[in-house]
T-cell receptor, first 112, second 108 residues
Framework: NAGVTQTPKFQVLKTGQSMTLQCAQD?????MYWYRQDPGMGLRLIYY???????DKGEVPNGYNVSRLNKREFSLRLESAAPSQTSVYFC???????????FGAGSRLTVL | GQSLEQPSEVTAVEGAIVQINCTYQ??????LSWYQQHDGGAPTFLSY????GLEETGRFSSFLSRSDSYGYLLLQELQMKDSASYFC?????????FGTGTKLQVIP
């Protein structure tokens, strides 16, 4: 997972609490993504950012917000966590037009 | 929207060859990629097909047929360490969509 750093690796929240997952890259790629993965499931796209300052919704954006303030960082925020948001969250980066993703190690979130 | 279908589970014997199929329905399709994910780990890139035909990378090969909206991943000389989940993913403009994954179990 060299090049993509996610924090925190593990987090336990109570319903209604808020938190931000951080993602930082050092590969100077334009596109960044947030996916969630539930047990036995594929990866579902939450939000993506094609470049600094732009973000777009993916398949499952409800309950999340994102921020891409600079090229290096893309954060995912849960304003009021719900048990349905218990999941493993992956940040990924993509070299423009290459359709090849490099993933971070993941952030395992549990909402009680 | 985009959807990709692949078998949920495949079992194969060590040393054998296994093929994992993927069919897709997409708009704005650029190409098909494959990722491997071991339990508890992150997905890692294996192969990408932008054009029809076969791409070979060591023991792994991937095939794409755009006219059939179909691709496959071929794993040769299976090793126990190949036991993992394999995902196909459709690349489009500013977006990559994943299938639900195929869990491969390699048995002795």
């Amino acid at each position: 997972n060299a090049g993509v750093t996610q924090t925190p690796k593990f987090q336990v929240l109570k319903t209604g609490q808020s938190m931000t997952l951080q993602c930082a890259q050092d590969m100077n790629h334009n596109s960044m993504y947030w996916y969630r993965q539930d047990p036995g499931m594929g990866l579902r796209l939450i939000y993506y950012s094609a470049s600094e300052g732009t973000t777009d919704k993916g398949e499952v954006p409800n309950g999340y917000n994102v921020s891409r303030l600079n090229k290096r960082e893309f954060s995912l925020r849960l304003e009021s966590a719900a048990p349905s948001q218990t999941s493993v969250y992956f940040c990924a980066i993509e070299k423009s037009g290459a359709n090849v993703l490099t993933f971070g190690a993941g952030s395992r979130l549990t909402v009680l | 929207g985009q959807s990709l279908e692949q078998p949920s589970e495949v079992t194969a014997v060590e040393g054998a060859i296994v093929q994992i199929n993927c069919t897709y329905q997409t708009s704005g399709f650029y190409g098909l990629s494959w990722y491997q994910q071991h339990d508890g780990g992150a997905p890692t890139f294996l192969s990408y097909n932008a054009l029809d035909g076969l791409e070979e990378t060591g023991r792994f090969s991937s095939f794409l047929s755009r006219s059939d909206s179909y691709g496959y991943l071929l794993l040769q000389e299976l090793q126990m360490k190949d036991s993992a989940s394999y995902f196909c993913a459709a690349g489009g403009y500013q977006k990559v969509t994943f299938g639900t994954g195929t869990k491969l179990q390699v048995i002795p």
